[in-house]
């Protein structure tokens, strides 16, 4: 690992620790560290899909764990028995994210009360109903009762790709033609938008939210609003956990992902001062480097750069592992990731060796020092995450863009 962080980067970041720090009372702060520096394991997230047979729920259940249809752990679809039980699946890397596959309301002989209750409703934290045409009275009805048992639902209208596509030949539009390709898109788009808000309306939703997606390409579309919207309507914790597990599609998810991160590992270093310490014998400091591994391990899966995202990731766009790996130049394989890989990092640090980063940190946060080892152990935590965080992100991009680059022929 090569150091990323100077002492310029670690002063902005201890002025946010310190911003954080400044706005509750200590004893606050540090009980909350202890609560959350963990969520990636402790807090669970369920996520139900509803809608019609054949709408596309399975579908969207592989794409919002990043997966493809075909392989290992992928929810089925494509074919004609719907399951008539909610199916889990768990995220591929975060175990405690989960996704519900659901039968549809209407595929079932139930009242919504009676739906709900049989799928366990008050088990998820939110619902998605989706469509691959107009959204049924039953869907609505459904909608409405979710929202009478005060959980939150969000209207997915899938697809749209095939009606794009449809348009685009009535219309007799050639696909070299860009332009009007565009612009024919564009009014599909809205007929589609205006077509599910007037059919909601008419069921009786006072205003209707749609989100029109493609199973195929995520990142384009309502996809990455509709991420915004439940990441925004969900209370902090979760929005972090979501934040962190939902596939990387876009450059502003990686930039989410490692601000999530950051204020992740200030928590981390809190509690890196308070349990399981083992002394760093040359720097007479220490710390739990048990947090230190686990977390950087974490760090490697929200960035898709362990062995699994990566197998996963190849696997979806179609490539080998071997080339989307080749692009890594910073970050260890997780296996690699051990107390001497730690121990040889700290040992190389030109900021560690030549510079007191703990009196640094206690001359932004005094109250730090209060902290098991002074401070230090604090400082040790956060500069090496911090520094690991720094080197992913710069790998997870170059990995993506390897992933997203056209495949070349044999
Ligand atoms: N073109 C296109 N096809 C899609 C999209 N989403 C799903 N499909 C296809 O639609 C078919 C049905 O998708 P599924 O995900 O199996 O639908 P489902 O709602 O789980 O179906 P049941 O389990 O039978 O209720 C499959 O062949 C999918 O590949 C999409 O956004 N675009
Ligand atoms: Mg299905």
Known sequence: MDPAVTIETLRKDLAEVKSALDQK??????????????LLNNITLAIAITGRSGAGKSSFVNALRGMKDRGEGAALTGVTETTMVPQEYSHPTFPNFKIWDLPGIGTTKFSAKEYL?????????????????RFTEDDTKLALEIQENNKKFYYVRSKVDIDIDNDRRSKGIDVGDTHEMMQSEKETLE??????YNNLKAL???SPRVFLISRWDLSKYDFPLLQETFEKEQDEIKRDVLILCLPILTKDSLKKKKAAMESLIWKKAMVSCSVGLIPV????LGFDVGIVVSTMRDICK?????????NILANRVGKDVEELKSVIEHTPSTGKITTEFIMDFLKRSPVWGTITAVELVLDFIPLLGALYGGGSSFATTFYMLKNFLENAVKDAEKVQAKAAEPKRRK
């Open 281 to 284: 014998p040359f720097l007479s």
């Open 204 to 206: 009786g939703v006072s």
């Open 117 to 133: 209750t049989k799928v366990n409703f008050s088990n998820y934290d939110f619902f998605i109903i989706v469509s691959s045409g």
């Open 302 to 310: 929200v960035f898709c750069l362990d062995e699994n995202s990566l």
């Open 25 to 38: 009372n200590f004893e606050a702060v540090s009980a909350e560290a202890q609560q959350q520096s963990n």
């Open 191 to 196: 007929t589609i938008r205006k077509d599910s």
